[in-house]
């Protein structure tokens, strides 16, 4: 009778264990990318300016939001990717663009958000090597500012 409870017990147990894998083999990569980024006065590392000078961002505020993109290895190397495909529905206020992918892209897929002047500040972040698709999808409010900025990989 013991050997039965262990068999049903491990069938349990198997049972578990599946759907926790099959659960991380199709979780989603996500990044809910600010409307602003708030900045604060901070010290800029550069090789530009004369020896014993420092550089500085002046000031306290705000960098609106200016684009996202998905990028093929590190956003320094500015590899943007093109989307495949999307969607704008201007009565909703929702845009979407989609980037699919074959197969593992060797540098790696990364999420960029894009803030300030021709989007000098960028938040960024690499998604798992076994994504095959990736959305990004803007969502304005009825004043026509936007609200929801994210992006969701499969």
Request: glycine share 10%; net charge negative; hydrophobic share 35%.
């Amino acid at each position: 009778m013991s050997s039965k409870r262990f068999s049903t017990a491990a069938i349990a147990a198997m049972s578990l264990a599946g759907v926790l894998l099959c659960g991380a083999a199709f979780a989603k990569d996500t990044l809910k990318c600010p409307t602003t980024l708030a900045v604060s006065e901070t010290v800029l590392q550069t090789q530009d300016v004369p020896e014993g000078t420092q550089a500085i961002l002046k000031g306290d505020g705000s960098l609106p939001f200016f684009s996202m993109g998905v990028f093929s290895g590190h956003p320094r190397d500015l590899a943007s990717l093109i989307p495949d495909g999307g969607d704008e529905q201007e009565s909703s206020g929702v845009s979407e663009g989609v980037w699919k992918f074959e197969s593992r892209n060797p540098y790696g897929i990364y999420l960029v958000c894009e803030y300030g002047a021709l989007g000098a500040v960028q938040i960024y972040k690499r998604v798992g090597d076994d994504v095959r698709s990736c959305t990004a999808t803007t969502r304005k409010g009825r004043d026509q500012h936007l609200i929801d900025i994210d992006f969701e990989c499969e």
